[in-house]
T-cell receptor, first 112, second 111 residues
Framework: GENVEQHPSTLSVQEGDSAVIKCTYS??????FPWYKQELGKRPQLIID?????GEKKDQRIAVTLNKTAKHFSLHITETQPEDSAVYFC???????????FGTGTSLTVIP | SQTIHQWPATLVQPVGSPLSLECTVEGTSNPNLYWYRQAAGRGLQLLFY??????ISSEVPQNLSASRPQDRQFILSSKKLLLSDSGFYLC??????????FGPGTRLTVT
């Protein structure tokens, strides 16, 4: 089955700096890669996703890159703000009807 | 628009008692449904997923079971709770476009 690894497990950055979280996957058939943000005590919220037919996707301050050859994808947050502090999870899936495999999470702290 | 509901929101149960958590989705048909458990400060553990009525796939051997009696209803059950069953239980669904959306969760404490 699929194995998703996520690094780092914790990350602290100064407000305004960039944050990068990286994930690797093992199943070359995986073709959908979402990222979730989970604030304390709340449900994970989908913040951005990428499908295997593109290499990069951007939405305001967040972007995701995908390298299919190397089987890794990354989340980039620019101009970080205190409200970006949360746990971020990456995931991989083969698509509709298949399960999602989640990374172990990255706890991001943005220091004001 | 689609909405996912879970109840109860919080639950405190003694060891050995039964459990029933319910998840329903509105505004869609034939969704894929999932149950996850999240221990305090930990990641998401997939427990069960279902692609249709009566179709349940189990990912981890547990004292838990799942059922899907209706198209948009997914139930997580246990006959006898263990202390280790404490956690945040999340139901999720996936439309045909593949994104996965989570319900508000049930926080279960087994005492």
């Amino acid at each position: 089955g699929e194995n998703v690894e996520q690094h780092p497990s914790t990350l602290s950055v100064q407000e305004g700096d960039s944050a990068v979280i990286k994930c690797t996957y093992s199943d070359s058939a995986s073709n959908y890669f979402p990222w979730y943000k989970q604030e304390l005590g709340k449900r994970p919220q989908l913040i951005i996703d990428i499908r295997s037919n593109v290499g990069e996707k951007k939405d305001q301050r967040i972007a995701v890159t995908l390298n299919k050859t190397a089987k890794h994808f990354s989340l980039h947050i620019t101009e970080t703000q205190p409200e970006d502090s949360a746990v971020y999870f990456c995931a991989a899936s083969r698509g509709t009807g298949n399960q999602f495999y989640f990374g172990t999470g990255t706890s991001l702290t943005v220091i004001p | 628009s689609q909405t996912i509901h879970q109840w109860p929101a919080t639950l405190v149960q003694p060891v050995g008692s039964p459990l029933s958590l319910e998840c329903t989705v509105e505004g869609t048909s034939n969704p894929n449904l999932y149950w996850y458990r999240q221990a305090a400060g930990r990641g998401l553990q997939l427990l069960f997923y279902s692609v249709g009525i009566g179709q349940i796939s189990s990912e981890v051997p547990q004292n838990l079971s799942a059922s899907r009696p209706q198209d948009r209803q997914f139930i997580l059950s246990s006959k006898k709770l263990l202390l280790s069953d404490s956690g945040f239980y999340l139901c999720a669904w996936t439309p045909s476009t593949r994104e996965q959306y989570f319900g508000p969760g049930t926080r279960l404490t087994v005492t």
